[in-house]
């Protein structure tokens, strides 16, 4: 498995999973299509399907015209605002994409059909979260609650393998250092990641275990946070936390 990167938009992260085996690659999230289309002739290798991981039109806008020149491609997904989507995603559905297999998981809170692809090649386990997990951070709660989102980062994601990659949705990572240290100015691995990145243009991936030790919103059981925010019920950790990220500057 090989996995590349792809900056969309003004932030976006779009993504070809190369399957080596059979020269073939899915495209997460292709908002442009041109780019991501480039990207797969520079690897030589063939799109045969998209993963999306909600609807949103900086995630599956692209779909339409990557399935007017590519026609015919499994658009997987697990929420009908989806364009072209052609295979719904069911909640911990595992299937096979060439010598991939993926498992789908929904990770509701970000929007009410977000889902997250959990990809394995042997030993080799990546994750593509969408706006769910950020490095640092998470996404906002636009149609899901502090509760769906806590279960989406903990019971869901949580439970994957630490050396598992997380490929996330958006070029958020300085912003979210930020405000982490914020909540936690003496945590030695958030120190150390705002370092590492002043020389790293592409931020992505993470990993599950990385994420749980500086990811605030990973972090609500956390006696520091918990101080911090005033309170120890997770639920309420997270929403207050979700608040003052929404407010940070």
């Not at 690897?43 to 590519?70: Q, R, S």
Request: proline share 5%; hydrophobic share 40%.
């Amino acid at each position: 498995m090989r996995i590349i990167p792809v900056p969309v938009l003004e932030d976006n992260y779009a993504y070809l999973i190369i399957d080596d085996k059979t020269g073939e690659a899915i495209a997460v999230d292709p908002a442009e299509p041109s780019k991501v289309l480039q990207a797969a002739a520079q690897a030589g290798v063939n799109i045969k399907g998209i993963f999306t991981t909600h609807h949103h039109w900086d995630h599956a806008g692209g779909n339409v015209e990557l399935l007017t020149i590519k026609p015919g491609l499994l658009v997987y997904g697990a929420d009908a605002r989806i364009p072209q989507i052609n295979y719904v995603v069911k909640n911990n559905e595992e299937f096979q994409v060439g010598s991939l297999t993926v498992k789908g998981f929904l990770t509701i809170g970000h929007t009410k059909g977000s889902v997250s692809y959990y990809v394995q090649d042997g030993n080799e386990r990546a994750v593509f979260t969408g706006d769910t997990l950020f490095v640092a951070g998470c996404g906002k709660f636009f149609e899901g609650t502090a509760e769906d989102m806590y279960n989406s980062l903990y019971n869901v994601l949580a439970s994957l393998p630490p050396e598992t990659k997380v490929y996330c949705g958006h070029e958020y990572t300085r912003a979210n250092l930020r405000f982490a240290l914020s909540i936690e100015p003496n945590n030695t691995a958030l120190m150390n990641k705002v370092a590492w990145c002043q020389s790293s243009i592409i931020t992505v991936p993470s990993t599950i275990g990385e994420e749980m030790l500086y990811n605030p919103f990973m972090r609500v059981h956390e006696p520091t946070i918990q101080q911090h925010v005033g309170t120890n019920n997770p639920i309420d950790v997270i929403s207050t936390l979700r608040e003052l990220k929404n407010s940070f500057q």
